[in-house]
């Protein structure tokens, strides 16, 4: 199993501790440090893991204060593991980086005036308490629809379904949304003025830096705390990200 799947094998051996009892109902988990360290794997990783668990009811993570068992898991329970939000933000790098780069050579003014709207409109959504991602969503969408092609317009479109219909997707990305991490303005408004000025490299640049930092948010969304210390721990998962894309 490659190394981006390791979350998995840690969320079974951890519902295997609950079924076997090691943890009881109320208790809190060990700290993602001591998980860390007793798999030897990432804290990210035992994120991804936490997340899984937490999809499916047995546990609750509380920021800034750990994994709560909720549940204990009965005969019928088996780990079942949908799209990361990880995998889907990596899947989102590849597709909408290349996408933005044809789009810098197809892209008409209508579609910059469309783009340029809609940055207005992220940066007024960011300020809606009910968490609405609608114009962040149709800002990307419409730089597919800039590409011409509408097979890469309906690939972006369905990457952007499963952010909402992968019960793990979702989840990291409410937890990040209550965390009060939005879409950044300015990494978008990069993206068109690379877009603006008919340049794909920068568009592609452009791009991969904004959803690279979505990654940063995703990773650092339910703990804010040891930021240093977690980003040395992912930076071989965005190193290959990198060399996926280059």
Known sequence: MGQERLYQDLARALL????????????????????AAVHGVSRPTVREAMI????????????????????LPGAGDIPGFGISAFELTEARLLFEGEAAALAATQVSAQDL???????????RENQDPSGSVEADRAFHLAIARATRNQAIYQAVEQLWTLRFSSPEAS???????????KPVVDEHRAVLDALRA?????????????????????????????LAEARRAVQAKRDRYRSATT
């Open 113 to 123: 005036a469309e783009i340029e709207a809609l940055i207005v409109e992220i940066a």
């Open 52 to 71: 899984a668990l937490e999809v499916q009811g047995l546990i609750e993570v509380r920021v800034g204060s750990g994994a709560y068992v909720v549940r």
């Open 198 to 226: 008919g340049d794909a490299a920068a568009a592609r640049t452009a791009m991969r830096a904004h959803l690279s930092a979505v990654l940063d948010s995703l990773l650092f969304a339910t703990e804010e705390r040891a």
């Open 171 to 181: 989840l990291l990305h409410e937890k990040a949304r209550t965390a009060n991490i």
């Open 16 to 35: 295997d501790d609950l079924a076997q009892g090691r943890y009881l109902v109320g208790t809190r988990l060990p700290a993602e440090r001591e998980l």
